[in-house]
């Protein structure tokens, strides 16, 4: 090729990206589309939930004769043209504060730990660079959205790849592995009366006096811990985990365990804390969580009603709270599944096009964006990277995704140059 075609073609294909308005550009640069979120409910479907059983439905399979398609009928939502799911029936009545976004795609191994990093920090496990979660990210960004709470909550099992890496502690989160325990390390033990715990600080005072003059940085970053935890524990913010307080047919309404996490992720957000991580973890459902090889894959539609009844009921308290245009829900999970069955009739992995989906935060929702093929292995139209998904919910939020976040001395993009999907902005 010709030394000016050459730079013809790149130049071309530069100002085609930067159609959008953060493209590849610095944080002084372009402007870029500014959402006017507040709070993210990130809800982690750990596994890899099966696009063609749930928000991408195509023609029906057979597992006994071994044809591909999914597993269960379709139905019509509430947009013109968007099916999903038949056992997404309350999400589709309300799919017009929904975007499933069909064309998501990584090139990680089909593997869970290295996928499930790559879905929470945008980027492939490096080892020179422990990269930051996206909660982590958006916490250093914006910090808590009002004083006296944590800023990032998970809501499950702990994981490295939901940490803060480079960032530090101070993007790190609380978390509690179920609704009526609290968070782990925070919840008073029943035979600390409230006499006895007053005691124990004032023991602490007194050691704080007596090693005054040996006060160091570690010493006093320790104290600055130690307050926060006594802070967090007291009943101004643990009484926002007493879900007894809401109506009966709220509860109800939002199911079992996963719908309760769901309940207490918006009574977070109503105390300030602007960044909430729920994990569907819960396996003994159907043996297998998301991981539907095999047999899970025979009870997977108990996975999908459990998700239907709680983010429908979540979708509909939010906006009875008037916090769903100020709140983006976001449903991840670290791949898809081919829709070819296995041996025994489940479904394998697949992160070459799969299927993410945003609800609320005030933007302009279609339904479903992007178009995979007639089985959901290929993309079609509008591929969406792992980095534009993640510049995509900075842009909600205000943040600036060509924006340079510092390891040491070493800039790092906070969205490995994602690009924002420019229509939900429109």
């Known amino acids: 090729m010709k030394r000016r075609n050459f730079i013809h073609r790149a130049g071309a294909g530069v100002l085609g990206a930067v159609g959008s308005p953060c493209a590849f550009a610095n944080e002084n640069a372009a402007p870029f589309p500014k959402g006017k979120v507040e709070h993210v409910i990130h809800i982690w479907l750990g596994g890899g939930a099966a696009?063609?059983?749930?928000?991408?439905?195509?023609?029906?399979?057979d597992v006994k004769a071994k044809k591909a398609g999914s597993y269960y009928p379709s139905i019509d939502t509430a947009v013109p043209g968007v099916q999903v799911c038949q056992h997404l029936s309350r999400c589709a009545k309300v799919m017009d504060r929904i975007t499933a976004v069909r064309t998501i795609h990584h090139d990680v191994i089909d593997e869970h730990a290295a996928a499930s990093n790559r879905m929470h920090t945008g980027r492939n496990v490096s080892g020179t660079t422990v990269y930051p979660s996206l909660g982590s990210?958006?916490?250093?960004?914006?910090?808590?959205?009002?004083?006296?709470?944590?800023?990032?909550?998970?809501?499950?099992?702990?994981?490295?790849?939901?940490?803060?890496?480079?960032?530090?502690a101070k993007a790190g989160f609380l978390y509690l592995l179920d609704t009526a325990a609290g968070p782990a390390g925070l919840k008073r033990p029943d035979h600390i009366t409230d006499p006895r715990q007053a005691r124990r600080e004032q023991l602490l005072e007194t050691l704080r006096g007596s090693a005054a003059e040996q006060r160091g940085q570690a010493v006093a970053e320790y104290d600055t811990a130690i307050e926060e935890s006594l802070r967090l524990a007291g009943p101004k913010f643990m009484n926002v985990f007493d879900l007894e307080k809401e109506k009966a047919d709220l509860r109800n309404s939002y199911g079992d365990e996963f719908g309760q996490r769901c309940l207490l992720a918006r009574r977070l957000i109503q105390r300030g804390v602007r960044f909430i991580e729920v994990s569907h973890n819960l396996n003994f459902v159907n043996g297998t969580g998301w991981d539907t090889h095999n047999e899970g894959q025979l009870k997977q539609h108990i996975l999908i009603e459990e998700l239907d009844k709680a983010m429908s009921t979540l979708i509909?308290?939010?906006?009875?709270?008037?916090?769903?245009?100020?709140?983006?829900?976001?449903?991840?999970?670290e791949f898809g599944r081919p829709a070819a069955f296995d041996g025994r009739g489940g479904r394998n992995h697949q992160g070459s096009a799969f299927t993410l989906v945003l609800a609320g935060g005030g933007l302009n929702h279609c339904g479903a964006y992007g178009v995979t093929d007639e089985l959901s292995k290929e993309i079609v139209e509008n591929p969406v990277g792992v980095p534009d998904l993640f510049a995509t919910v900075h842009c909600a939020l205000g943040v600036n995704p060509a924006k340079e976040l510092y390891d040491g001395d070493r800039p790092v993009p906070i969205t490995d140059r994602g690009v924002p999907i420019g229509k939900l902005f429109a």
């Open 137 to 168: 990210a958006v916490l250093h960004e914006r910090g808590a959205a009002a004083e006296g709470v944590p800023g990032y909550v998970v809501i499950g099992y702990p994981n490295f790849s939901r940490g803060p890496g480079f960032l530090g």
């Open 51 to 61: 696009q063609v059983d749930t928000w991408d439905p195509k023609a029906l399979g």
């Open 316 to 333: 509909t308290d939010l906006e009875a709270h008037k916090l769903l245009d100020k709140t983006l829900i976001v449903v991840n999970t």
